[in-house]
């Protein structure tokens, strides 16, 4: 009788793998260093507190300035344009607070009429009340990405527990929704805080911005908002440019149409005639991490 053959041990379990380190930016690696020196300061040097107390509000005040101003990269990596794409001739068109129940399967219409694809930053909460608008958008070939939870006006205030919880539930809202995980986050307004990048590095989420913007939301000019976009003779839309337009909380034009959607058509050509084609983000930028 043949002897049985011994199974083998398991092998032991392996650790989960671990985010790198979160690379401090140069400018908080200068702040936290002004700090101890100021703090030495104050109390190593006599007459020096006035001073030192001087110089941490005016850094408070830098990175303050630093988050009111969306397209900065000093708090963290923010991407601004897409310089592989670029190679490519491409430019993408990222929508922004939808889905709109009227304006964005208008908006699909448009863009399946061009041929175009293009990148829509959701707010959770409102895919959630449009799941089907949503799932659409997806089917239709267009990226899914995160624009938070519940857009909140006070999310560039909040700290690291507060963007954790506003920015994870809504990866895991819409990864369910969608079957995509998203791996690039837009903050409301684009504004933020020295606290944001740690979260988006932990979540492997890119933080990205635009290279133009309509301000299609406060302007319902329908010519003035495409001019913005495509920009004077000179520095007029280039391929890599990353464009932000709204097909939530749209803007009325005077005709009462939603901006968008008398812009979307024009621009599109314009982008046509310039040679250039419209790519999403989840084409053009690898994952966080990834080169």
Not at 55 to 60: A, G, I, M, Q, Y
Not at 170 to 192: E, I, K, M, S, Y
Not at 217 to 223: A, E, F, H, S, V
Not at 227 to 232: E, S, T, Y
């Amino acid at each position: 009788m043949t002897p049985p053959v011994p199974t083998p041990p398991p092998f032991p379990p392996q650790a989960a793998a671990r985010p790198a380190a979160w690379p401090w930016p140069a400018a908080l690696r200068a702040s936290v260093g002004l700090h101890a020196a100021a703090g030495a300061a104050a109390l190593l040097v006599p007459g020096a507190a006035p001073w030192a107390l001087c110089s941490v509000v005016l850094n408070h005040l830098g990175l303050t300035a630093a988050g009111l101003w969306p397209r900065s990269a000093l708090l963290g990596p923010n991407v601004t344009r897409l310089p592989a794409a670029a190679a490519r001739r491409e430019f993408a068109l990222t929508l922004d607070d939808g889905p709109d129940p009227e304006v964005t399967p208008a908006v699909l219409d448009l863009l399946d009429e061009a041929g175009v694809k293009a990148t829509f930053f959701v707010i959770a909460r409102c895919a959630a009340q449009h799941a089907a608008l949503l799932r659409e958008t997806v089917r239709r070939g267009h990226d899914v990405q995160n624009h938070s939870h519940l857009h909140r006006h006070d999310f560039s205030m909040r700290g690291p527990r507060g963007l954790a919880q506003e920015i994870g539930a809504a990866q895991d809202l819409l990864a369910d929704l969608t079957g995509q995980r998203p791996h690039c986050f837009r903050a409301p307004a684009g504004l933020r805080n020295p606290l944001l990048d740690p979260v988006l590095h932990r979540l492997g989420l890119h933080l990205v911005s635009w290279t133009r913007r309509g301000f299609d939301t406060r302007d319902g000019d329908p010519t003035r908002v495409l001019a913005r976009l495509i920009g004077p003779q000179g520095r007029q839309l280039a391929a890599g440019d990353i464009l932000l337009v709204h097909d939530g909380h749209a803007r009325r034009s005077p005709a009462g149409q939603p901006v968008l959607l008398a812009v979307l058509p024009p621009l599109l050509a314009a982008a046509r005639a310039f040679g250039l084609q419209a790519t999403t983000l989840r084409a053009a930028l690898p994952a966080r991490g990834h080169t």
